[in-house]
């Protein structure tokens, strides 16, 4: 099972300050991990995001990326994203809709 260690940060191409790694998953999942001075990080964390297909999977209920994830945080999503990869991306998918649902937005 895959875990933060096994990412490999390089240069973030369109930030001169900041990192990035990404993670291809068996299950056609994404994982980009990024850390720099725009990016929702400080110190020790990074902002994460996932992709399906070239998309992002909506991995909070008000923005297509979280913020400020720990090392030991991102193991744990990826963690509950290779056990149930599709059970992930569809219970993200409806927590997105019933919050906007909420909030009046569609």
């Given at each position: 099972?895959?875990?933060?260690?096994?990412?490999?940060?390089?240069?973030?191409?369109?930030?001169?300050?900041?990192?990035?790694?990404?993670?291809?998953?068996?299950?056609?999942?994404?994982?980009?991990?990024?850390?720099?001075?725009?990016?929702?990080?400080?110190?020790g964390?990074?902002?994460?995001?996932?992709?399906?297909?070239?998309?992002f999977?909506?991995?909070?209920?008000?923005?297509?990326?979280?913020?400020?994830?720990?090392?030991?945080?991102?193991?744990?999503?990826?963690?509950?994203?290779?056990?149930?990869?599709?059970?992930?991306?569809?219970?993200?998918?409806?927590?997105r809709?019933?919050?906007?649902?909420?909030?009046?937005?569609?």
């Amino acid at each position: 099972m895959k875990t933060f260690d096994d990412l490999e940060f390089s240069p973030h191409p369109n930030m001169p300050t900041g990192v990035r790694s990404t993670l291809h998953l068996d299950s056609g999942l994404q994982l980009s991990v990024v850390a720099g001075d725009t990016f929702y990080n400080d110190k020790g964390t990074y902002e994460v995001a996932i992709f399906k297909d070239g998309d992002f999977v909506p991995i909070s209920t008000s923005d297509d990326v979280i913020g400020w994830q720990s090392p030991d945080e991102i193991t744990t999503l990826l963690e509950e994203i290779q056990k149930d990869a599709s059970g992930f991306v569809e219970r993200k998918v409806q927590e997105r809709a019933e919050h906007r649902k909420e909030l009046d937005l569609d």
